[in-house]
């Protein structure tokens, strides 16, 4: 399993090194630059700024510099929140993030793998019908129309709920946009379960099961076992995605999570915030990934390397 | 693909019902978007002023009392006051007041309202400051309703799918022309090419694409044209590991080497003989893709760097509607019915597709 580990971690960095310098080199091409203001600041002003922040020397010795201070755990800076570094503003907006990317995880794990596994054993029934349609449905609808339609519902209309707001993470405020977040996801498991339980519940090995009489839940965890592997494959992407932030939900129920950064920080150059989020998206993907294939492992000794 | 396997495929489609709903549903709104907007009687930019956030509805406007405000911002701009207003049928007769002598090119405005005809004087005092004129209502039905403008929502919601459909259908198409080059290539290469190949593919996986297509939106001030470069150059690498999977399958096969051995070069044989068979799969991936595109698409447009005014798109619209969804939900609805029941119906029939030209069934 070390073994496993320490060759997927060798296989990401030069993947993570790909990241770092295409971003780093795609932003210094684009035109205009942090200190752009309506009035310009006078040239020598700009000079200083210019110095202070290192942008003065040659693109090549600033991107040097900043892989050294990468590797210190360093990310800089930021450009537009003055007096803040990008790591402060990480440590600010990530326990938010990653609050509702965990939640949402986990509710779209559990309403995917139950209704995946319902339609699974009722292939072609009701149930099957049921849940391919609500699927679907859950795939084609975006989350820039589910919440502001919570919103007007659920917060406005009914009044259950608020309509947006961390209010220091009070459950009440999560409940909206851990729905919004999950319900994509949700519908996306719950199909891929009932493609790969379908699979695995008429092979020969469930059918041998079924014929010795043992109990559903016997044959379930079984068929589990090996219907799961697709899930657990997907995983990867999916935590890390959710848990850096959703620019469209952390927009519209207003939270102070990390998802916004990347498009404000670009539309601002402010190039390390979105140098910073670039790494941090990278690594959480690399790790995502990493337990995604320990836990498939973990189900399928197929998948472990040969010792 | 063999003419024996779309011969088997159009027969088992024909007896998936969902699917062909979903294909008849997909064929409707295309024709829809394509020559709707000249049949609903708005053309798609056209400003109604006076009638901002009409609800949905088979009811002709200007209602009757929407008349009188209607005329009362148009008296404004003419420069002159309303003093009576009578309505009988589909006309209404003013009589109008004013400082100065009335111009009577002013009444140019009312047929630019579009809600208004031409306007017949039929009294004028002596002056030309006081006037009475016979005016014809021109009713505009709005199906969907109008936005905060005053534009017809229906004739929008068709424009945008023009080119929503439109992105979709080249981006999937140019995404699919780099994967099955990508694939067929690598597979049968094979060796070292094909591992590098895959290594290559590995490391794009990786990269946070998204991000990239939002820089180059952000920094370099895109159109249209590079959204389209930019959701392709996420979306091909797919189709790439699909058609590298088949043809290496298919590499082997008996019909493959007989190629061969009549002399054939590996070029003739990669589009000859790998790439018609590998169609199946390959369809059914790339109808898959459209929906996701458009989805991409949209969810750029909604984050205002994708589709940009006067252009519009379903992601446009859903942008607009989801800021004015207290006053007027109807403007998110609309164009988020249309997005809905396109993506489904492609979903649909991209699984329909999927199960009918599967080879092993």
Known sequence: MIALIARRIAQSLPTLFLVVAGSFFLIRLAPGGPFDLERPL??????????????????????????????????????????????????????????????ALVLALALGLLFGSLAASDRGGIADRLVGLAASLGLAVPNFVTAPLFQIVFGLGLAWLPVGGWADGNPRNLVLPVLTLALPHAAGIARLTRASLGEVLIQPHIRTQRAMGLSRARIARHALRGGLLPVVATLGPLAAGLMTGSVVVETIFGLPGIGRYFVEGALNRDYTLVMGTVVLVAVMVIVFNLIADVIAAALDPRLRPSA | ??????????????????????????????????????????????????????????????????????????????????????????????????????????????????????????????????????????????????????????????????????IGLTAALAALLIG??????????????????????????????????????????????????????????DMARIVRTQTLSLKSRDFVRAAYALGLSTESVIARHIVPNTLGPIIAAATLLVPRVILLESFLSFLGLGVQEPATSWGVLIAEGSRAIESAPWMLAA?????????????RLGDGLGEALDPRL
């Open chain 2, 180 to 237: 099955v080059a990508y694939g067929a290539v690598s597979g049968m290469a094979g060796g070292r090419v094909d591992a590098l190949m895959m290594r290559l593919l590995d490391i794009l996986y990786a990269l946070p694409f998204v991000f990239f297509v939002i820089m180059l939106l952000v920094f370099f001030r895109a159109g249209l044209w590079l959204v389209l470069v930019a959701v392709a150059a996420v979306e091909w690498l």
């Open chain 1, 42 to 103: 006078p040239p020598a002003a700009m000079e200083n700024l210019r110095r202070v922040y290192g942008l003065d020397q040659p693109l090549i010795v600033q991107f040097g510099h900043y892989l050294l201070s990468l590797l210190r755990g360093d990310l800089g800076p930021s450009f537009t929140f003055r007096d803040l570094t990008v790591t402060d503003l990480f440590a600010r907006g990530l326990p938010v993030s990653a609050t509702l990317g965990s939640l």
């Open chain 2, 1 to 166: 693909m063999s003419a024996a396997l779309a011969g088997l495929a159009r027969r088992r489609l024909a007896r998936d019902r969902p699917a062909l709903a979903a294909l008849a549903s997909l064929v409707l709104i295309a024709l829809a978007c394509l020559i709707g907007p000249s049949l609903t009687g708005h053309p798609p930019e056209r400003i109604y002023p006076d009638v901002v956030r009409v609800a949905p509805g088979l009811a002709a406007h200007p209602r009757p009392d929407e008349v009188r405000p209607a005329l009362q911002r148009l008296a404004f701009r003419m420069r002159v006051s309303l003093e009576e207003v009578v309505q009988y049928g589909d006309r209404v007769r003013l009589t109008l007041t004013a400082q100065k002598p009335i111009d009577l090119r002013a009444f140019r405005l009312l047929p630019r309202s579009g809600l208004f005809g031409e306007a017949a004087v039929r009294e004028r005092s002596a002056d030309g400051r006081r006037l009475v004129a016979e005016v014809p209502i021109r009713k505009r039905v709005f199906l969907l309703g109008t936005d905060a403008l005053g534009r017809d929502l229906l004739s929008r919601c068709l424009a945008a799918g023009q080119v929503s459909l439109l």
């Open chain 2, 335 to 347: 164009p988020a019915g249309f997005l809905v029941v396109t993506l489904v119906a492609l979903n």
